[in-house]
Nanobody, 119 residues
Framework: QVQLVESGGGLVQAGGSLRLSCLVFGNRFSINAMGWYRQAPGKQRELVAIFTSGSTTNYADSVKGRFTISRDNAKNTMYLQMNSLKPEDTAVYYC?????????????WGQGTRVTVSS
């Protein structure tokens, strides 16, 4: 069983930076892919950045060059460094993992952490 706990959200002015953390509890070796998603008010949840099953990274076009996804396996933690933040980055950010469970793939979500960027 994998559980994800996000932290690091908050209020920041446009142009500022935040670093989000996602702490993984449970068997991280069962994780096939892992990434960050966000959901702004009134909008659908969207992919921000992801480590694929091949450990490559992909980013949404809107955050390329500003956000960096990384992980520290020794700390069982994934990060999202967000620089040059814009008001349109305001959203609840969720950590996500695709977990292999036998012959199934399960989606695991954290509780979310709110990021508010003021203009």
């Amino acid at each position: 069983q994998v559980q994800l706990v996000e932290s690091g959200g908050g209020l920041v002015q446009a142009g500022g930076s935040l670093r989000l953390s996602c702490l993984v509890f449970g068997n991280r070796f069962s994780i096939n892919a892992m990434g960050w998603y966000r959901q702004a008010p009134g909008k659908q949840r969207e992919l921000v950045a992801i480590f694929t099953s091949g450990s490559t990274t992909n980013y949404a076009d809107s955050v390329k060059g500003r956000f960096t996804i990384s992980r520290d396996n020794a700390k069982n933690t994934m990060y999202l460094q967000m620089n040059s933040l814009k008001p349109e980055d305001t959203a609840v950010y969720y950590c996500n993992a695709t977990v292999v469970d036998g012959y199934r793939y399960l989606e695991v979500w954290g509780q979310g952490t709110r990021v508010t960027v003021s203009s």
